[in-house]
């Protein structure tokens, strides 16, 4: 039976095209325009009494602090600057980070926050609730043992790399402006407002969303049980697919066209839209893009 496309179908895409718009527009008002300042919670925004552009040149600081201890899961959060997660052959982790203000003072304001929580290790900045002082930025360059299973990286204004890790780690990365690229990863779930996400994936579970950016990795393998989901609003898909792919497609695109190079039994097939099986149809697998090519390679 053919799906029919709605009023909503057309015009949802389109207010979310507005509301991420909307989004990083905000944040780039607070990072660069109105710097803002953060406790411990995370709380109250407060405002300046100054404009830190009149302040000296910018100021940085670097540290590495080794952490020894058993840990299953990796979480850091950062608001501004790039996040690098590289595997390595020692059985500690390492973390090195060079943070940026205005000034000395200013870079005494904000601390490097790592914290073992039983089996996880959190790392973060805290922005102290100073008025005055301005926002500062931090590049984190954290190196992981292979005894760590699940990495989170969050972050606002900057990109999310990881590279060298084990094939079945599994990664939740999250960035609102700003690449995401994962070298290897096992479960992988990435979503970025605006930029574009890079890829190469063997697991169960594979959940890719962008706003504003073009989707590209490989899938190197699927297990059963698992699914696929990709979806993205600016920008197309290009996927790289094992030859013995064995899933129900899902591809649609609203303003692009979809080539796939898999034989599939086609339940239905338009210009922007392909629906059917290929090998016994065991995994979901849907890909969808309101302004992009969509292209399944072997």
């Not at 959060?77 to 000034?103: C, M």
């Not at 926050?113 to 005055?132: C, D, F, H, N």
């Not at 699940?150 to 890790?165: H, K, W, Y």
Request: glycine residues 12%.
């Amino acid at each position: 039976m053919r799906s029919r496309r709605t009023w909503v179908d057309v015009l949802g895409p389109l207010f979310g095209i507005a509301a991420a718009a909307l989004t990083v527009y905000a944040l780039v008002h607070l990072l660069w325009i109105e710097p803002f300042y953060r406790g411990d919670s995370y709380g109250t925004l407060i405002r300046p009494e100054r404009d830190f552009r009149t302040a000296a040149g910018w100021q940085s600081r670097e540290g590495t602090e080794e952490i020894e201890g058993s840990f299953r899961t990796l979480e850091i959060r950062n608001i501004s600057g790039p996040i690098l997660v590289e595997g390595w052959d020692r059985g500690y982790v390492q973390v090195h980070y060079i943070k940026r203000a205005r000034s000395e003072v200013f870079l005494e304001q904000f601390e490097i926050r790592i914290e073992p929580q039983g089996g996880t290790l959190s790392v973060r900045p805290i922005y102290k609730k100073i008025p005055g002082s301005p926002f500062g930025s931090v590049s984190f360059d954290v190196k992981i043992p292979s005894s760590v299973e699940r990495i989170r990286a969050n972050n606002i204004s900057g990109t999310i790399d990881v590279e060298n890790v084990p094939a079945g780690i599994a990664q939740e990365l999250e960035t609102v402006s700003g690449r995401i690229r994962s070298e290897r990863s096992g479960e992988l779930a990435a979503s970025s407002v605006s930029g574009s996400i890079d890829f190469a994936f063997r697991g169960k579970n594979l959940d890719l969303h962008s706003t504003s950016g073009r989707i590209e990795g490989r899938i190197l393998g699927l297990e059963p049980g698992g699914s696929v989901q990709i979806d993205t609003i600016s920008g197309g898909v290009r996927l790289e697919v094992f030859p013995a792919l064995d899933a129900t497609l899902k591809l649609g695109s609203v303003s692009g066209s979809i080539s796939c190079d898999f034989p599939v039994q086609i339940t239905e097939q338009k210009r922007n839209r392909l629906e059917g099986s290929v090998g016994e149809g065991t995994v979901p697998f849907e890909v969808k893009t309101v302004s992009g090519r969509i292209s399944l390679d072997r």
